[in-house]
């Protein structure tokens, strides 16, 4: 699990296979000087595990269903992101429960400049979009932002200028494609809500009614 709260800008100095197996190597001093065998780093918002460690690098490997849905693909040797490691149990929760599993891909379409800060504007599919709130928390590039507007087929979050220093949202422009993560919470109290799967011998005429 991740907070969305970005440790440090990586660099992307490898990439090996395909877009059925792939392979990258980051390289990120901090995140990488603890780092062993089996760790979880979040890159640009995507929990993958590091399979080699060589003084500040960290190599991990990326298959296919990662690749469709998410920006990973897109990366190029050179390429700055956005690297957090696994919170833990001790540390503070400083953004919002990040799971590292991306939901899909939005599209920046505008920039708005503050006096200190700026209005990104994303596009998103509805089907993510059902989950977006305005004041609540969304993952963008593993970034934790709070929703700050809503409207048909986007939403917006204003970055204050350490975000737009330390974390690649500083640089994306209108066309570029960002890791979106919604609040796991609402999408579990939607299954819920639709009636999801009982548990194993819980049935209607088991369960105890209680009147309000």
Not at 33 to 52: E, K, N, R
Not at 132 to 153: H, M
Not at 167 to 195: H, I, S
Request: proline share 3%; glycine share 12%.
């Amino acid at each position: 699990m991740f907070t969305g709260i970005v440790e440090e800008l990586g660099e992307l100095i490898a990439v090996e296979g395909d877009a059925d197996d792939g392979r990258l190597t980051v390289r990120g001093p901090k995140v990488a000087d603890d780092a062993v065998h089996g760790a979880s780093i979040a890159v640009d918002g995507v929990c993958l595990t590091v399979t080699a460690v060589d003084g500040d690098t960290f190599t991990v490997d990326v298959m296919r269903e990662t690749f469709d849905r998410s920006t990973l693909a897109k990366l190029g040797v050179g390429d700055a992101v956005n690297l957090e490691r696994a919170v833990r149990a001790s540390d503070r929760l400083g953004g919002h429960i990040v799971q590292g599993h991306v939901d899909g891909v939005g599209t920046v379409v505008s920039r708005t400049p503050g006096s200190r800060w700026e209005v990104v504007r994303v596009e998103a599919p509805d089907t993510l979009l059902r989950y977006v709130a305005e004041k609540g928390s969304i993952a963008v590039d593993g970034v934790s932002l709070t929703v700050s507007g809503l409207g048909d087929g986007w939403f917006e979050v204003s970055l204050i200028p350490t975000t737009l220093e330390l974390t690649t949202l500083g640089r994306r422009q209108p066309g570029d494609g960002v890791n979106l993560e919604v609040d796991v919470v609402a999408k579990y109290v939607e299954r819920l809500l639709a009636g999801g799967a009982a548990a194993p011998g819980v049935t209607a005429e088991n369960t105890t009614e209680v009147d309000a």
